[in-house]
């Protein structure tokens, strides 16, 4: 959980910092600023949230069901962008592992619900 809250504060930085150099990287191209800077800021405060969370996550189990639950956005739609020649692999590959993610965090966040509730 902490890996993945870092790569989302890393990932939120370099698109509020440098959105074009960032966003070219996987191969998507910058059609609205306003859109990409609300991204920017998606990516960085789930992160900031995973990063909370991930410090005592048996206290936290909601927050970690909805990072998994927010995981589900780029499973779904990075690839459909790269399926329509939109983006590169890169993202492809991303919107994959945030597929697994989603069901990983979602079962530990069950787990904790459950081992909460009957401890």
Known sequence: MLVNA????GFGL???AAPEPFWALVGVTVAASGVVRL????????????LLAARNPEQHP?????IGVEKLGPAVVFP???ARGE???LLALVGGFDAV???????????LQRCHASG
């Open 14 to 16: 370099g698109a509020l």
């Open 62 to 66: 909601i927050a970690v069901a909805l």
């Open 101 to 111: 993610m989603a069901v990983v965090f979602v079962r530990y966040a069950v787990w």
């Open 6 to 9: 870092l790569l989302m504060v």
């Open 39 to 50: 991204m920017g800021w998606y990516l960085f405060v789930f992160g900031v949230g995973g």
């Open 80 to 82: 459909l962008l790269y």
């Open 87 to 89: 983006a590169n692999l």
